[in-house]
Every structure is written in C-alpha cells, then in structure tokens.
C-alpha cells in the first residue's frame, strides 16, 4: 500500500514538474514572439521614418524654381542641377549718314534703321556638369544677313583640374572670343560696333554660328580657350568647308577692389581655307573687309578682293584696365595671308577706347570670358525716386589697314601689291542704362578711307555718321 502511494505521488509529481515545464516553455514562446512583434514593428517605424526623409528629398530635389531675374524666365531644380531659362535681345538701329567729299565712284550710303540683332533662345543644364544653348538669329547687318541658327551646342563643364579652375569640353556651333573686344558680350559693348580690326578678325575663324570643337578653361584671374573651328552654319556655297584654329590666353595679373589691369595674346587662323570650285578645279581664296564700325548700311569701304591663299594667321595682343569708373583698353593685330602664286601680304590694325560712367558703375574684369563686363545701373531710372539709371561716355580710335605694297598714287599696282584701303573711324558716344534689361545708345563717327583704285586714283572718302540704337536684353 505504501509502495502504491509512493509511486502514485512521484507521478503527481512528475505529470506537475512536466506541466510546469511545458507552461514556463510557452511563457517564453509567447515572451520570444512578443519581442521579435516589438523589434519589427520598430523596424517598421524605422522604415516608415527612412521611407519618407528619401520621398521629402526626393521632392526637393525635383521641386522646382522659377525666376524672373533682370527679365530673364528661368526654371530651376531646388538644387540647382538642372535650369532652362529663356534668352532674348533685340537691337534696333537708326543712322544718317553724310559723306563729305565727292570722290569718283562715291557710295550712296543707305540712311535708315535696321534691326541689328533679333534674337531668342534658350539655354540650360542638366545633371549638373552638362550645359546646352540653342539660338536662332532674326537681325542681320544693313540687308546683307538672313535669318539663321545662330548658336547651338553642347558642353561638359564637370572636370576640375584644379580647386580653383573650371574647363569645359564644347561641341556645336557659338562665336568663341578671339580677342578683348570679342570678350565683352555685344548686348554690353561700349559702341554699337566692335572695332573694325576685331569684327574682321573673329570672322577668320570664329564668329558666330560658327562650328567648332574645343576646350574653355579659367581661373580666379586667367582664361585660356582653344578651339578647332570649321565652317559657318549656313553656307552653301562652300564644296570642302574650312578648317581653323583659335587659341587665347588672357589673364589679370594686378586686381583689388577698384581696380584690375589684363594682359592677353591670341593666334587664329585658317588651316584650309573653303573650296568654292565646283567642278575637279579647287579654288581657295580669302578676302578681307569691313564695315565702318556700323551696319546700317552694308557697304564695306576697305576690301583686298579674294585673294588665292593657302590659308591665313592672325596675331593680336590686348591690355586693358579698370579703375573704379574709368575703364580703358586697346588691341592690336597683324594677319599674314599665304598667297598661292605672288608674295605673301600683311595687313594689321588696332584700336584704342576707353569709358568713363558718369553715375559710378564699373566695368569690372571676368575671368569667365576673359574681359570687361557691361554695366548695371545701382539705381534704375525712377523720376518719382529721383534716379536716373547709369549713364556713360565713350570714345575710340580705330585703324584697319588692308594695304600692302600698294605703290603710290597716280601709278598702277605693284605687281603683286594689294589695294585694300586704310580705314580710320573716331568715335564718340553717349550710352544711357534705364536699368539691367534696357539700354539706349547714341554716338557720333568720323570715317576717313584712303584707299587708292587700280590705276592710282584716290577712290577713298570721309563720312560722317550719326547712329542711335533701342536694345533689350535679358
């Protein structure tokens, strides 16, 4: 009975032992289960927090800006890796013109206005380091110009040699800058005209619409461009375009707060210049001339002819400063044509301007084109506030001489001697900014050609002209 007792309670016991085992194994279940519910469900809050900060900058990288900076309408990712802006400029030109001596063969100028550029476009970047412009040209100069694509490429501006330079790889068509002058942009230059030696030099090979491939790179205080340049948009006559090259340096090497002097040099060319023949025969030839700083009417006064060359280089050297509203600067250059079957010529010219803001602006010097900047008044025109925008005086002496060995009056060309004509213009001009987007232009030429016809008789002639332009830009 004993023995039956004993066993029965060891059983109680064991079936309570083996009870409480299974309970406490399903406490811990239920405890181990609770704790990986708590660890996910922090996961997921964790997830959900994660998940939105990505949707939120997401959002604010593809939230957009739109602008209306100086009139410009620019659209522009919140982190400024991606822009699309609109560009326009319309320039409208009136001139008079009064040629003062009557010479043989005398030109019958054409005083009247003419819109000297029409332009719209747009521009932008993607992804950051990839730019784009595409421009389409409605002015033209004097009724000699028709409408036409007037830049259109694209750009990688994302390799940083160095901490302080930015170089950008272009490919397209865009007028690259050849010179000082050609570094201000033409809706800031001083006159209405570059200067007749630096608008005749870019047009080598450069200029506008104009195709090329090449490298732009700059510093603090320096630029440098190399360009291999080939034909104009939209030529048709041309049955082997030309090739070209433009190389420049340019840099400041004393700047402050008021002040900064530039010093550049620049050599372009033409490699090969366009086979005009149309059947097996080639025909190369380059013809140098110019306009008298104005393209009211189309007339170029100063012309070589074509010339049969193998091709052309041009050398210019450039200084310029800036001292507080006093801006002044100067170019020279020589261009050495190689002529097939008579002497090789050389021409050259230079210029000298300078400027001098009545209201205190500054044409301060960029080292992203490698010039001077125009102007922005500090106080827009406000006859209610009394201000009156920025204004200007201006003045420049230019010389443009397409002469070489050209013998003296009275007798025949030398043999191989070229009658281009010497052209000299003083100008002076008066230059009004009612604010960033407007500017009004009026100023005064004095031409004098000396130029002398194939038989020896003077054929040049003096003219006076008085030209006012209309420009909005933005």
Known sequence: MTKLLRTSLLAVLMASASAQAMAQTADDRIAALEAKIAALTGELSDLKTETKKANQDI???LAATATLSNGRPTIASSDGANKFAIRAVAQFDAAAYNARNNVPG???????????????????????DW?????????????????QLNAAYVEYAGWRPAADVTARFRIGAWATPTGLEDATSNTEGLFLERAAVAEMVRNLAGGDARSGVGILANGERWTATAVFTGGLVGNT?????????????????????????????????VLNPADTGAGVTKVTQIRLRERPELRVDGTRLIDTGALNANGVTAYGAELGAYYKNLQVSAEAFRIDVDRIGARDPSFGGWYI???????????????????????????NFSPA???????????????LDLNDNAGVRGAATPV?????????????????????????????????????????VQVGEDVDIVSLRSQVSF
């Open 353 to 379: 301007q300078g400027a001098w803001t009545l209201t205190g602006e500054r044409h301060v010097w960029s080292s992203g084109s490698g010039g001077f900047k125009g102007i922005k008044p500090a106080k």
């Open 131 to 147: 730019n784009y412009a595409l421009t389409t040209e409605f002015g033209g100069g004097g009724g000699t110009e028709s409408v």
């Open 59 to 61: 959002n604010k990288k």
């Open 237 to 269: 006559s041309e049955f082997d375009e030309q090739s070209g090259f433009l190389t420049r340096v340019a840099f400041s090497p004393v700047s402050g707060k008021d002040y900064a002097l530039h010093v550049g040099a620049n050599i372009q060319g």
């Open 416 to 456: 191989g001697g070229v009658r281009g004509g010497e052209q000299t213009v003083a100008t002076l001009g008066l230059n009004w900014y009612p604010n960033p987007v407007y500017r009004f232009q009026a100023q005064y030429q004095h031409v004098n050609i000396d130029r002398l016809s194939a038989t020896g």
């Open 106 to 128: 005398r030109n019958d100028f054409n005083s009247g206005t003419n819109f000297r550029r029409a332009r719209i476009g747009v521009e932008g970047t993607v992804a950051k």
């Open 385 to 399: 506030d009394g201000t009156w925008g920025a204004w200007e005086l201006a003045a420049r002496y230019s010389v």
